[in-house]
């Protein structure tokens, strides 16, 4: 039988770690929003992660054309996207914000394929579909009724805005990795895209206060995003955008079980089912991979 290549088993396990760390995203935005603006949380958050790798150094510093390539994942990445996610989060229910932020999955699929000329094999398209089957399940519970899409409109448009920049994020970040590495392209696009919105919070005197009460959470969320940042990235090098996202796609999972533990919400035996179908999914993509 042959092997899946080391290289593609890490991407895999990198991307399955993102997953995990971003599941706990939705549950610490949700805490930080009851006393903390969007954008503050966006420019702190991001600028102190990119901060964390300053001592890291690549090999290779970009030059004049890659400068433009690494601002554009600054800008989209760290800056556009988070702002548009937590907006969206504040202005619309929970449900609706969990089904509108996997469609960043579809996105990243279509720039993929359409823009950076990305291909999967036909038997793994059809194992997807598994993966985006379980995804509705687990996020509309199949309870069509509840997924009010009119309800907050603004902040459903603003999450599904927040996908779209993402999904051009993933495959930027995907070719500036391949040559200076996902430390240093995370590094600079936090640093960059944090440092942006705290300039353009600073410039109209808009409020940083952050109250001590919850700095501890503030620095755990730092982490944690700069941790999913920094894995999602170096999954995207190994595997490929698709694949990465794809594997991405179980973090409904466990952002359901922190969701459970952190938020005491419910969870049913169809969540259950989705997410049973999505882990086959992935586990059929993976060993595809051999054939």
């Given at each position: 039988?042959?092997?899946?290549?080391?290289?593609?088993?890490?991407g895999?396990?990198?991307a399955?770690?993102?997953?995990?760390?971003?599941?706990l995203?939705?549950?610490f935005?949700?805490?930080?929003?009851?006393?903390?603006?969007?954008?503050?949380?966006?420019?702190?958050?991001?600028?102190?992660?990119?901060?964390?790798?300053?001592?890291?150094r690549?090999?290779?510093?970009p030059?004049?054309?890659?400068?433009?390539?690494?601002?554009?994942?600054?800008?989209?990445?760290?800056?556009?996207?988070?702002?548009?996610?937590?907006?969206?989060?504040?202005?619309?229910?929970?449900?609706?914000?969990?089904?509108?932020?996997?469609?960043?999955?579809?996105?990243?699929?279509?720039?993929?394929?359409?823009?950076?000329?990305?291909?999967?094999?036909?038997?793994?398209?059809?194992?997807?579909?598994?993966?985006?089957?379980?995804?509705?399940?687990?996020?509309?519970?199949?309870?069509?009724?509840?997924?009010?899409?009119?309800?907050?409109?603004?902040?459903?448009?603003?999450?599904?805005?927040?996908?779209?920049?993402?999904?051009?994020?993933?495959?930027?970040?995907?070719?500036?990795?391949q040559?200076?590495?996902?430390?240093?392209?995370?590094?600079?696009?936090?640093?960059?895209?944090?440092?942006?919105?705290?300039?353009?919070?600073?410039a109209?005197?808009?409020?940083?206060?952050?109250?001590?009460?919850?700095?501890?959470?503030?620095?755990l969320?730092?982490?944690?995003?700069?941790?999913?940042?920094?894995?999602?990235?170096?999954?995207?090098?190994?595997?490929?955008?698709?694949?990465?996202?794809?594997?991405?796609s179980?973090?409904?999972?466990?952002?359901?079980?922190?969701?459970?533990?952190?938020l005491?919400?419910?969870?049913?035996?169809?969540?259950?089912?989705?997410?049973?179908?999505?882990?086959?999914?992935?586990?059929?993509?993976?060993?595809?991979?051999?054939?």
């Amino acid at each position: 039988m042959t092997q899946v290549p080391s290289k593609a088993r890490l991407g895999y396990l990198y991307a399955l770690g993102s997953a995990v760390t971003s599941g706990l995203i939705p549950v610490f935005s949700k805490l930080l929003l009851v006393n903390v603006k969007p954008l503050t949380i966006s420019a702190l958050v991001f600028l102190v992660g990119g901060l964390i790798l300053i001592p890291y150094r690549p090999k290779e510093l970009p030059g004049r054309r890659s400068v433009g390539w690494m601002v554009a994942t600054g800008l989209l990445g760290a800056a556009l996207a988070p702002a548009l996610y937590l907006y969206g989060v504040n202005q619309t229910s929970a449900i609706n914000a969990a089904l509108l932020t996997n469609a960043e999955v579809f996105f990243t699929a279509v720039l993929a394929f359409l823009v950076f000329k990305e291909r999967l094999k036909r038997k793994q398209l059809l194992e997807s579909i598994l993966v985006v089957a379980g995804i509705v399940v687990v996020s509309t519970d199949l309870d069509f009724s509840s997924v009010q899409l009119l309800h907050g409109l603004t902040g459903n448009l603003l999450v599904l805005g927040s996908g779209i920049v993402w999904a051009l994020d993933n495959n930027l970040s995907r070719i500036t990795s391949q040559r200076f590495g996902p430390i240093f392209v995370s590094k600079f696009r936090n640093i960059f895209g944090g440092g942006l919105l705290l300039g353009f919070l600073v410039a109209t005197s808009a409020s940083l206060t952050v109250p001590a009460s919850v700095l501890p959470l503030l620095l755990l969320y730092t982490a944690d995003i700069a941790l999913a940042t920094l894995t999602f990235t170096a999954a995207l090098v190994r595997i490929g955008a698709v694949r990465a996202l794809l594997v991405f796609s179980t973090t409904s999972i466990f952002g359901s079980l922190f969701a459970v533990a952190g938020l005491g919400e419910t969870i049913t035996l169809i969540q259950v089912s989705g997410g049973a179908l999505i882990l086959l999914g992935v586990y059929l993509i993976h060993k595809s991979e051999g054939v």
